[in-house]
Each structure stands twice: as C-alpha cells, then as structure tokens.
C-alpha cells in the first residue's frame, strides 16, 4: 500500500498548462442551478438564490505538513481536501454548492498522479452534490500543495455562528470522536514496519474504522437539513477539525461564555476504546486533542432537548455557564478540570 504500483508516467511537461487543466477537468459536471458559468472564464458566475446569503471558506494542504503521500492515496487526499472544507461550510448550517480548486505541482508527479486527486475530487463533488467551478494551477519547486475554497448558502436568518452560545444552553456533539488520530497513529506504526521490511504486509484488519476516518472522512452534510427537519436552530456550532477542547474554547471565546463538558458524556466509537487500550492512550485525551473528525458541535436551547434526545447522531457532552465559570471538564470521577487547547500538531511534538 506504500508503492505506486502505476507504471505509467506522463509528465507534466507533455500536456502543457492548459493542456493539463483541460485534461483533468474534462469530466466536470455542472448539476446546480445556482451555477451560471464554470470553469472556462476569467471567473466563475454564481447565482445567488433569493433571501439566501452566501458563505466562503477557504483551507490549503501542504504537503509533508498536513499529508503524508507515503500513506495517503492520492484519491483520498482529493476527496479529503474537499471534505476539509464542506464540514467549514456545513458548520455555518449553510448548504454547499460550488467548490474551486488550486494547485502547485512539482514535476515529480506525472499526470496520472493528478488524475487519481481529481477523481476523489470529484467523487466527493458528485456524493455531495457541489460544483467545480474554477481554481488555478501553477507549478511548484517541491512538493504538492492544494488549496480549496468553498461556496454554501443559507436562508439568512438561519446562519449560525460561532458567537451565539448562552448560559445553560446545552452543548451538542454529532457522531463519535478520536477514531481520525489513532487511525493516523496506526498508519505511522505500519509505515514504520514497512520502511524496517518491504515485505510486510500492512495489518489494519482491527482499525478498518479508524483508517477510514483518516483516510476517507465525510462532512455532516446532514445535520443543516436534520435540525432544520427536527426544528433546532443552534445558538453556536462550529467544526471539530482541531480536536473537542481547542473547539470548545473557541466557541466559548467568541461567545463570552463558560462551560462544563462531562468526560462519560464523550462519545466514543469501540475500536476506539480497544486500541486505546493497546496502545496505552487515554481515550479521553484523544478525543479531546486528537482533532480531523470533522464532525459539529453546537448549542442548543434547553427547551429544544426533547426534539434531539432521541437521534442517534448526537449527544448532549456538557452545558453552557457563565464566563466567570470558565471552562472545565467534569471527569468521571467527579473532579472538575480546566479545559486546556491542544491541537494534534502539539501533541506530534511529544
Ligand atoms: P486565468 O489565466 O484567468 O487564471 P486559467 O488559465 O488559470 O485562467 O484557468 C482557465 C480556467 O480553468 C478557469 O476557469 C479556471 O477557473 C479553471 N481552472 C484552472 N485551474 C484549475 C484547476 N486546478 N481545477 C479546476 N479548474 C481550474
Ligand atoms: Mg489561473
């Protein structure tokens, strides 16, 4: 898994530029009717639907900084990329519907390596139903470097910030946490096995879960559409890139609150637990510092529990108090800690 068994090597160099972007965006489709012009101008021409506001966000991925292509299938790093950016747009509890892509090459990768990101680039387009309208590519002295940026709309009164939590109000994770971090920690053991002996063969049978939430995450693209088909307009939400704590706190930042988060409350997956187990980690720790879940997680009014309860998608992890409360995670033994940001690149360092 850690070869490019491809043998067939096209540079760069035999396409040309415009040759090279013709090629990869061949098979584009156009299926939104917000989409006036795509790729093929100066400038994509995007509709704006009435009483809808647009949302843009942006991320850019360097390689040997945020992806390793030594585990990190090409095709995967494309749909991944993309997900990066819908989770920024759903966290708005927008819907997404255009994408751009731009690319720095180096010529170390021939044209076949870029067909293979271009179709989970467009694999996740097409699951998710956005548009590739536009993007650049340029070529680069090293080293492979993609920066997505991504267009959403909601009706305007239905944004949601990352400032409007308030006391008491209830704070709400989707879906389970930590399995993207350990699933990264499982690809390193392997790649270390493999670089000691080329002919071992990876041993991921345990982790099939884990590896996927790294590899192939997806964005909630559901939950706009749920809590609006439930009838909760979170107060706050924001996107879990960089692990639960550092989230949280910024979502109490910006909303000059404080909160309480109980660590039974976590939602962990059970390959979660056993390889944390095996590799003497603390679940906890993990879910709160390991970050690249991209899941969401908002607030919501007390009065709206009852109409969310009952989803298995999510759970209720702690409550909203007061700024001079601080912010603290209530253990299982009762003792009540502060909550402290660590993102996963901090803890790549220990
Ligand atoms: P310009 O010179 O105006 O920047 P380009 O020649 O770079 O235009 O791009 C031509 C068209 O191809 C534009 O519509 C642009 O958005 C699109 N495009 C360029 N690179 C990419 C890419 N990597 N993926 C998708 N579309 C692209
Ligand atoms: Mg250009």
């Keep these: 898994m ?20 013709d090629h990869l965006t061949k098979h584009v489709e156009i299926k939104r009717s917000s989409t006036i012009k795509g790729i093929g101008d100066d400038a994509a021409v995007i509709n704006s639907e009435e009483e809808r506001v647009m949302v843009v966000s942006t991320d850019l991925l360097v390689e040997g900084v ?5 585990y990190m299938p090409l095709k995967h790093l494309g749909y991944k990329a993309v997900m990066v950016n819908l989770s920024d747009i759903y966290a708005m509890n927008a819907e997404a519907t255009q994408i751009t892509v731009s690319l720095a090459v180096s010529n170390r990768f021939p044209v076949e390596a870029l067909e293979e990101l271009y179709s989970g680039i467009l694999t996740a387009t097409k699951l998710y139903n956005v ?10 002295t090293s080293g492979l470097v993609i920066s997505i940026t991504a267009i959403g709309q909601v009706a305007s009164d239905e944004v949601v910030y ?7 109000d209830l704070l709400v994770v989707t879906g ?8 990264l920690q499982v690809l390193e053991r392997e790649k270390q096995v493999f670089q000691a002996n080329p002919n071992a063969q990876p041993e991921l049978d345990n982790y099939t879960y884990l590896v996927e939430r790294q590899l192939k995450p997806e964005a909630r693209k559901d939950i706009p559409k749920l809590l609006r088909d439930l009838d909760v307009k979170p107060t706050s939400m924001i996107d879990i890139s960089d692990g639960l704590s550092s989230e949280i706190i910024h979502l109490c930042k910006n909303s000059e609150v404080g909160c309480n988060l109980y660590e ?6 059970p390959q979660v637990i056993s390889t944390c187990e095996e590799f003497d980690l603390d679940s906890t720790t993990i879910a709160l510092n390991g970050g690249e879940d991209y899941e969401l997680l908002f607030t919501i009014k007390t009065e709206d529990f009852p109409k969310i309860k009952a989803n298995p998608n999510l759970t209720v992890i702690g409550h909203i108090t007061g700024k001079k409360d601080g912010m603290h995670l209530i253990t299982r033994a009762d003792t009540k800690i502060p909550l402290i940001a660590r993102g996963w690149n901090a803890m790549e360092k220990e």
């Design 2 to 21: 850690f070869e490019n068994k491809d043998e067939s090597r096209t540079p760069i160099s035999d396409l040309g530029e415009f040759g090279l972007i």
């Design 66 to 70: 945020h992806f390793d292509l030594s």
């Design 131 to 140: 548009d590739l309208v536009g993007g650049d590519t340029t070529s680069s």
């Design 162 to 168: 990352r400032s409007g939590a308030g006391e008491n």
């Design 176 to 183: 389970d946490l930590g399995a993207a971090y350990l699933g």
């Design 264 to 269: 039974d409350k976590i939602p962990l997956d």
